[in-house]
């Protein structure tokens, strides 16, 4: 495994072990869709979160969830509607990322709840 992918790998177990933390039911992870993956599909009492975990070894270029543009988002919408319909759910759907950050020695999770809004 490429070192880029071991860093997305540990960044998405961090990414679960919070979610699962702050009480979250993890219903799939790494869920396809035509084009798109979704990481995290979870439940949090009765919306349908869909999570987008980014990590990085440096904010340089930036923090991980600006990278999570339009067509990502896009991407991320049609997931979750194919999702819902799957598996016959009737939930409100939120968007969120999950931004890993390790630097010098130290992990950084920032969950941003409702980061984008795909279906306006």
């Known amino acids: ?64 969830e600006d990278s999570v543009g339009k067509t990502k988002q896009e991407l991320l919408a049609m997931a979750a509607e194919e999702y819902l319909e799957q598996n016959n759910l009737d939930l409100d759907v939120r968007f969120d990322i999950i931004s890993v950050l390790f630097k010098n020695n130290e992990v950084k999770v920032y969950h941003i709840e409702d980061a984008f809004f795909p279906f306006e």
């Open 1 to 64: 495994m490429s070192r880029h992918n071991e860093l997305g790998a540990k960044g998405e177990l961090l990414a679960l072990e919070y979610l699962e933390k702050k009480g979250y039911s993890i219903l799939e992870i790494n869920w396809h869709f035509e084009k798109s993956e979704v990481d995290i599909i979870a439940k949090d009492k009765n919306t349908l979160v869909i999570a987008e975990v980014k990590t990085r070894s440096t904010s340089v270029f930036g923090q991980p």
